[in-house]
T-cell receptor, first 110, second 115 residues
């Protein structure tokens, strides 16, 4: 079983739609949950970072963690064409190694 | 805004040659990392470095790889004898404390092409 699983997409939505991106993980020891955005041929950029179960909101972005189900989500409200990118979930046990999901490619059509 | 800078942006090398990829982490950061991303695949952890020593490394980081902080600002990744399968984007990252406690900032990457 893979440590982190993420549907690679692509996911195509119209501008203004609510986007839901998801990952599952296998190890209950994972403690820190991140979402990164990566534009083509660029480095990952941290969007959201959460530690506990529940929701965390930052502008149009909401990160949700359900530790009982080992399920993490990122919601994007009022999606914009500039949100078109690959979204990577990432998980850390509290040590130095971060494990990334495969990334979901998102296209937001104007 | 402070950022992690990497040089060169693109490096082409012949198989068997040594390459050194360079990074300047954010100045007050103490933890440094190298990741790689083979085209079309996921970002993979290679190594973390703190207090002038490796704190954790993955199974990918074998004897062909080494890291160094030669001075107070640079952080390098050396590949001793490159193979075709080393072709990838290599990302340097840094964080104020260990990733579990705070965010890691990534550089723009060096594209390594081994021919």
């Amino acid at each position: 079983q893979k440590e982190v699983e993420q549907d690679p997409g692509p996911l195509s939505v119209p501008e203004g739609a609510i986007v839901s991106l998801n990952c599952t993980y296998s190890n209950s020891a994972f403690q820190y949950f991140m979402w990164y955005r990566q534009y083509s041929r660029k480095g990952p950029e941290l969007l959201m970072y959460t530690y506990s179960s529940g929701n965390k909101e930052d502008g149009r972005f909401t990160a949700q963690v359900d530790k009982s189900s080992k399920y993490i989500s990122l919601f994007i409200r009022d999606s914009q064409p500039s949100d078109s990118a690959t979204y990577l979930c990432a998980i850390n046990t509290g040590g130095f190694k971060t494990i990334f999901g495969a990334g979901t490619r998102l296209f937001v059509k104007a | 805004e402070p950022e992690v800078t990497q040089t060169p942006s693109h490096q082409v090398t012949q198989m068997g040659q040594e390459v050194i990829l360079r990074c300047v982490p954010i100045s007050n950061h103490l933890y440094f990392y190298w990741y790689r991303q083979i085209l079309g695949q996921k970002v993979e952890f290679l190594v973390s470095f703190y207090n002038n020593e490796i704190s954790e490394k993955s199974e990918i980081f074998d004897d062909q790889f080494s890291v160094e902080r030669p001075d107070g600002s640079n952080f390098t990744l050396k590949i001793r004898s490159t193979k075709l399968e080393d072709s990838a984007m290599y990302f340097c990252a840094s964080s104020e404390v260990g990733v579990g406690d705070t965010e890691a900032f990534f550089g723009q990457g060096t594209r390594l092409t081994v021919v």
